[in-house]
T-cell receptor
Framework: AQTVTQSQPEMSVQEAETVTLSCTYD???????LFWYKQPPSRQMILVIR??????QNATENRFSVNFQKAAKSFSLKISDSQLGDTAMYFC???????????FGGGTRLMVKP | EADIYQTPRYLVIGTGKKITLECSQT?????MYWYQQDPGMELHLIHY???????EKGDLSSESTVSRIRTEHFPLTLESARPSHTSQYLC??????????????FGQGTRLTVV
């Protein structure tokens, strides 16, 4: 079975600064996907960024980038130039290559302070 | 616009009542999921479906039941609601396979309170 661990229950960052959220996972699979999802307060969960395990290049989406370390089974999210709208719960998630169910980490609550 | 819808958004109901939480998606996705999100915000998979007439229980034991008679519809039913069922319920869907289609789309959730 796969497990996903987010070791930071809560984090805060000043507006315009950079913050990194940690995620580690455990799997015996070689082909899989990793995701970061964002859940703003009382709003819909949305995908932030996706990484395919076979790709060595780290995924980036505007201010969001990941540091994917396959051997270490680590998948951290870096948010640059943090904005107030980044305040949300962030979930790291895993799914196998065949696209089965998502396994989520426990989440990290991020607060961006003005 | 393709999306996934959950109704109701909020529900307060008495103990012992039967309730059905609705979930519909317009994306033609084969896979659908129900997650229960506890006050600490952790997500637990309670049911999933790979297609019509396919339903499976998830990692977290739940007294709820689901059905999948149509591709777009995946309702969750509690025959007799109890206060322990108070939680947020999130519905999600995803396409079957393929790099670009593994993203799961989530509904806005139903916040259920059983009094």
């Amino acid at each position: 079975a796969q497990t996903v661990t987010q070791s930071q229950p809560e984090m805060s960052v000043q507006e315009a600064e950079t913050v990194t959220l940690s995620c580690t996972y455990d799997t015996s699979e070689n082909n899989y996907y990793l995701f970061w999802y964002k859940q703003p307060p009382s709003r819909q969960m949305i995908l932030v960024i996706r990484q395919e395990a076979y790709k060595q290049q780290n995924a980036t989406e505007n201010r969001f980038s990941v540091n994917f370390q396959k051997a270490a089974k680590s998948f951290s999210l870096k948010i640059s130039d943090s904005q107030l709208g980044d305040t949300a719960m962030y979930f790291c998630a895993f799914t196998m290559w065949t696209g089965n169910m998502l396994t989520f980490g426990g989440g990290t609550r991020l607060m961006v302070k003005p | 616009e393709a999306d996934i819808y959950q109704t109701p958004r909020y529900l307060v109901i008495g103990t012992g009542k039967k309730i059905t939480l609705e979930c519909s998606q317009t994306m033609g996705h084969d896979k659908m999921y129900w997650y229960q999100q506890d006050p600490g915000m952790e997500l637990h998979l309670i049911h999933y479906s790979y297609g019509v007439n396919s339903t499976e229980k998830g990692d977290l034991s739940s007294e709820s039941t689901v059905s999948r008679i149509r591709t777009e519809h995946f309702p969750l039913t509690l025959e007799s609601a109890r206060p322990s069922h108070t939680s947020q319920y999130l519905c999600a869907s995803s396409a079957y396979e393929g790099v670009e289609n593994t993203e799961a789309f989530f509904g806005q959730g139903t916040r259920l309170t059983v009094v």
